[in-house]
């Protein structure tokens, strides 16, 4: 028998292994959202509406003011059937051809509405939370714009610009950046002064590495959270406008006012008056959901659970 | 801790009154001024006569504060020759015409008539000052002149109104009664300062837009009511509120009712005003959304992970991602099914029936946030250090959440209480539209709609106000359940 | 003397299911606390130190249980216990425990009084007068001047050091049996740490309870303890009192520790560091977990896991270098005479070592 009692030597790098499974940030990521079904189901979905909106009306145009059947008595107030899915309305236009123009613009001002809030907001805020002297000044000017309620200022600014996309869009985004703003800047201020950032100061990491590794992840989770609130957000004011006769001009679709204008078909032809309302409300509900998965299958400490 | 309240005072002044002044410099430069006649009744009447247009017009947008506008004849005031300054065409009236052009003013001529007018209109600066310079006005004995009443004494004094209690009068204010007592909130009155927020156009035509929305509304009061000259009768005029009437202008009906010059009363209504309106409907409404949101918070944040919190969190985001305008509308289908009104004036202020479902839908909007708040404090503090030590004192569950968990979370709720008046202001806007609500929230996209400039910066004006202070409140008040917060003027306050 | 043992620890293990694996962090640890004495638990980060004191009182996390092993306490198995009724019998009344920050410990909204005369009033029963009696009695005892009037303050209003003593002052407020201390004086500066220490051994002198100390730091392992258990990855490597463990210790790993003390750094040598890192105990660990890291390791430490090898009546060690047929290893140049030169040091510096 082999002597088990010799001294052997001491292998330092065996020593050094550490034995924690690889980790990949994205991968961990996808894992967490695709391993919710609710947030599949809800991504299906938003996904046919979206590419439904964006597709269909590229080949069947509507427009509210644009009429070729309104002195066909025939074509109007049809009920939905295999021919016109979603019937026809009080000038004998399909519905299904409003519903996708009105949803589509109504994504394309939340979307775009976001995508300004959220890139301006995330970039001042992320200077805001650096710098000690922004810091000062921003801090006013964010008060005095956290005082207005949101639903007067979009209100009175869609009265002062007038009625049309841009202008809905400059009115829902204008302060929103703000908000987010100071979202971001109060995160980076956190986690500016965190250890691992004072260290890799320490260890000569450049700045803008610092920037882009040690902040920016933490962030990620942050910003889609805020994205995933502000694109419903924007979604229920577009249709509120509408319903006010406030948003989009005449001639644009619009569910806000298809559902202001069917309101009166309440009872007789019920179709007309719930279906944009519906729509409306799946697709909020659907990206919300997805939107708010991601943000928690983004955030870091979720993925040792 | 005064000085502090001072400074944001002075601060929450300072944003209003930027946002005020904004509002009033985009509105009156970047609105199209004609737009506010599209809801002119008497316009129309003038049809072709280019003159009375010109004239009514630019009287009006003078009257709203838009510019200057003066008359040859007004012109002609200030030369030497007035006559021969209203000669159309004449030497004077060319210097005339060449100094106002010289000042700024845009000079033309009447059509028909011939005769000059000339307008400035005013620049941002001068659309600010003049808006706030006229915006306080105190009462005083020297307000009124009137040529029929030379000798009008002018004096301020106590005495007993027409109900015995104790009052302050005056004669030769603009008001009656500078400050009076009665059984409705505030209970004291007073009428020394006034707030001039403009006059309404062109809906509700020539009322101050305070008026509008702080009168009550529907039909005329009536009372039994004794008049100052003896009389009594049934009436709807409310005689604490009585102010000056020129002599020249009292008739047979106001000498019998009254015994002074003041006889011009305002009235008394059924209905609340748009103010209490709001108001009622926010009070009620906030009250609902913290009664169901705090417990269900707590409650979720206590079966974390477990059915209960997956429903809640269900019901969350889908107040969250839904639409406030479809959400209404479900609610709505599912309330008139149980017989509940779905326009607010069906039934009125009167019938219970009519406020069950706005107050649950202004109420339910607001739960999904402080559900959030709620939950993931309470989550938060159940992972504080103190709470593990205090596990390890031996202390329960139930008693750690009561005693300890609970007094640490009250900082935040009462944090929350400002946003939350805030959110229901822009809620009410929504829900009083939909549901055809007078109130003020509905007052805005109606005032909109109609160009009412005044009414719209008037609700801007009272509407940020209501944030601003709800923000200052929701500040103090957390000095009193934070032992750790000594106000003072450093740091961010939000 | 015999000391009577007032809590005996078999066989414990405890495991934690993380995402979906399970994490053994004690495995299989047999001890016995004497009445009055003060044991130091000592062993790197990740050793299971926390944990293993964690079970006296059930405060594991909600994923972690103990899966074998029973804890005999006046007559009763811990281990058995299942609700928190039970726990809450013990905890503060019979066994306290003292966390490291003291600045988190106590509720920032609550007054240092509330929180002294809630435990009384909860374990003894008393009024609320009564219990403002003894807390004000309490908190003069830990060495807070104007105890009456600090009463009724927050603990934002106190120093770091004034609220570990109030921390101590809650903990022994209903004369626990036993006091559990994990690592109270790491967040506190030197001076303060020196004056906690002795207010624990006064203390524990005159309410006579038993002391458990977790640290890393040997220092006040010196300072304080009677037993010293060294822990490595998840189980006891050597046991022994406090002379044992400096004087005589006979596992590599008490040997490395003891080396790394800085006071016998040597200018302008490097200073001694153990290599490598503790072991993953998401795996089943084959042989002496130390073996990775042992300079004297040997071909059996890395296949057979060592038995206990009782070196004298309270003195014992987990390593084949104690078995009769491995060859003969001297402690580390480093830490032999260990005692005089750490007296030399004091000697020197005025501080930092009582032997």
């Avoid at chain 1, 775009?112 to 006013?140: H, N, P, Q």
């Avoid at chain 2, 060319?94 to 005769?115: H, I, R």
């Avoid at chain 2, 959304?289 to 059915?307: A, D, E, N, T």
């Avoid at chain 3, 303060?192 to 040997?218: N, S």
Wanted: glycine share 6%; with cysteine.
């Amino acid at each position: 028998m082999e002597n088990k009692f010799k001294l052997v030597k001491l292998e330092e790098q065996a020593s050094e292994h550490i034995l924690a499974p690889n980790y990949s940030y994205w991968k961990s990521v996808f894992r967490r959202f695709f391993s919710s079904k609710v947030a599949i189901f809800m991504f299906i979905i938003s996904a046919i509406i979206i590419l439904m909106s964006a597709i269909y009306p590229l080949f069947v145009p509507y427009s509210p003011s644009y009429t070729p059947n309104i002195n066909d008595f025939a074509t109007r107030f049809i009920r939905p059937n295999l021919e016109y899915l979603f019937g026809t309305d009080n000038v004998g236009n399909s519905l299904f051809d409003a519903i996708w123009s009105g949803t589509r613009n109504s994504l394309a001002i939340a979307f775009t509405a976001t995508a300004i809030t959220t890139i301006l907001g995330v970039t001042v805020g992320a200077f805001w939370g650096f710098s000690k002297r922004i810091d000062k000044f921003m801090l006013e000017v964010y008060n005095i714009a956290a005082n207005i309620p949101f639903t007067l200022l979009v209100i009175v600014l869609m009265y002062i610009l007038g009625r049309g996309m841009w202008q809905l869009i400059f009115a829902l985004s204008v302060t929103s950046w703000l908000t987010t703003a100071y979202f971001i800047r109060v995160q980076v201020m956190i986690i500016r002064d965190r250890e691992y950032n004072l260290a890799s100061r320490c260890l000569g990491t450049p700045t803008h590495r610092i920037i882009t590794h040690n902040i920016l992840p933490q962030l990620i989770s942050v910003i889609v959270t805020a994205i995933s609130r502000d694109v419903p957000t924007f979604i229920s004011y577009e249709v509120f406008l509408g319903y006010l006769g406030m948003g989009l001009t005449q001639s644009d679709a619009s569910l806000g006012r298809m559902i202001s204008d069917y309101s009166q078909y309440i009872s007789s032809a019920s179709y007309l008056f719930w279906l944009p309302v519906c729509i409306s409300a799946i697709i909020a509900v659907s990206l919300y959901v997805v939107g708010q998965t991601l943000a928690d299958a983004s955030d870091p400490r979720t993925h040792f659970i | 801790m005064r000085k502090y309240i001072i400074g944001r005072l002075i601060r929450s002044f300072f944003s209003i009154f930027i946002v005020v002044s904004i509002a009033i410099v985009m509105i009156y430069t970047l609105v199209p001024k004609e737009n506010i006649f599209f809801g002119d009744s008497y316009l129309p009447k003038l049809g072709s006569k280019p003159d009375e247009t010109i004239q009514y017009k630019n009287s009006r947008w003078e009257e709203l504060g838009y510019l200057d506008f003066v008359q040859q004849s007004d012109m002609c005031k200030n030369s030497d020759n007035y006559s021969g300054c209203m000669v159309i065409g004449s030497e004077e009236s060319l210097v005339l015409k060449a100094n106002y052009v010289d000042e700024g003013y845009t000079v033309d001529t009447f059509p028909k008539s011939g005769f000059l007018y000339a307008y400035k209109e005013y620049t941002a600066v001068e659309l600010i000052t003049n808006w706030f310079s006229n915006f306080i006005q105190i009462d005083n004995v020297n307000k009124i002149s009137d040529d029929g009443n030379l000798d009008l004494e002018r004096k301020v004094y106590l005495a007993t109104d027409y109900n015995g209690l104790p009052a302050v009068k005056c004669s030769g204010c603009e008001n009656e009664y500078l400050m009076y007592l009665d059984g409705s909130f505030p209970f004291i009155h007073q009428n020394f300062i006034k707030l001039n927020f403009g006059v309404s156009y062109p809906t509700y035509s020539g009322v101050e837009t305070i008026d509008v929305i702080s009168s009550g509304q529907g039909t005329y009061d009536y009372e039994d009511v004794e008049f100052p000259s003896g009389k009594t009768a049934s009436s709807p005029l409310d005689l604490h509120n009585c102010t000056y009437k020129a002599t020249s202008t009292l008739d047979r009906l106001d000498q019998e009712k009254f015994d002074s010059n003041y006889a011009n009363c305002s009235f008394n209504y059924q209905d609340p005003s748009m103010i209490s309106t709001s108001y009622l409907f926010g009070i009620l409404a906030l009250i609902l959304s913290y009664v169901i949101g705090l417990p269900g918070g707590i409650f979720m944040s206590s079966r974390k992970g477990k059915l209960a919190d997956k429903i809640g969190t269900v019901y969350i985001n889908f107040m969250i991602a839904v639409p406030s305008l479809a959400f209404i509308f479900f609610a709505k289908l599912i309330g008139t099914a149980f017989g509940l009104p779905d326009k607010f004036p069906q039934f009125g202020f009167n019938d219970i029936r009519s406020y069950i479902l706005p107050v649950i839908i202004l109420g339910l909007l607001g739960t999904a946030g402080l559900m959030i708040w709620t939950r993931r404090y309470m989550v938060d503090q159940s992972n504080a250090d103190y709470v593990k030590f205090a596990r390890a004192k031996g202390l329960s569950q139930k008693e750690i959440f009561n005693n300890h968990i609970l007094k640490n979370a009250i900082i935040p709720i009462v944090d929350g209480i400002p946003s939350s008046i805030i959110l229901c202001i822009s809620g009410a806007v929504i829900t009083e539209t939909v549901f055809a609500i007078p109130g003020m929230g509905k007052m805005l996209p109606d005032a909109i709609k109609a160009y009412n400039n005044s009414m719209v910066i008037t609700l801007t004006f009272i509407l940020t106000a209501l944030s601003v202070l709800a923000l200052l409140l929701g500040d103090i008040l957390i000095t009193f359940v934070d032992p750790r917060i000594k106000l003072d003027n450093k740091g961010d306050s939000r | 003397m015999e000391k009577n043992v007032v809590l005996s620890a078999r066989d414990i293990e405890v495991k934690f299911k993380v995402r979906s694996r399970t994490l053994t962090a004690v495995r299989n640890i047999s001890l016995d606390l004497y009445d009055g004495e003060t044991l130091a638990i000592v062993g790197e980060s990740g050793s299971g130190k926390s944990v293993f004191t964690k079970t006296f009182t059930g405060m594991l996390d909600s994923n972690g249980s103990v899966t074998n092993g029973e804890i005999l306490f006046k007559g009763q198995d811990l281990v058995k216990i299942k609700n928190d009724k039970e726990w809450e019998q013990l905890r503060g009344k019979k066994i306290s425990t003292i966390f490291q920050d003291p600045m988190t410990s106590l509720n920032p909204v609550r007054t240092i009084g509330y929180q002294i005369i809630e435990v009384i009033m909860k374990h003894q029963g008393k009024t609320k007068t009564e219990a403002k009696k003894l807390a004000i009695e309490l908190m003069d005892r830990v060495g807070i001047t104007d105890a009456a009037k600090r009463f009724d303050e927050y603990p934002f209003q106190y120093s770091g050091g004034m609220r570990q003593r109030i921390v101590i002052a809650i903990s022994l407020a209903c004369r626990p049996e036993i006091l559990i201390c994990d690592e109270p004086t790491t967040a506190l500066d030197v001076t303060i740490q020196a004056q906690i220490i002795k207010l624990i051994k006064d203390l524990q002198v005159e309410y006579k309870f038993t002391t458990v100390y977790i640290t890393h730091d040997l220092g006040v392992v010196a300072n304080v303890a009677d037993k010293v258990a060294v822990m490595y990855a998840g189980q006891i490597v050597e046991y022994g009192t406090v002379e044992d463990i400096f004087y005589r210790p006979k596992h590599p790993y008490t040997w490395a520790l003891l080396s790394s003390l800085p006071q016998l750094g040597v200018k302008g040598k490097d200073l001694y560091a153990i290599v490598g890192t503790p072991p993953s105990l998401y795996e089943e660990v084959v042989g002496d977990a130390f073996a990775p890291r042992n300079p004297y390791a040997m071909q059996i430490d890395f296949e057979e896991e060592p038995p206990f090898f009782q070196i004298s009546k309270t003195h014992r060690a987990k390593t084949w270098l104690l078995d009769p047929r491995a060859p003969k290893v001297d402690p580390p140049i480093e830490i032999q005479n260990l005692h005089e030169r750490l007296m030399a040091i004091a000697g020197e510096e005025g501080g930092g070592y009582h032997g």
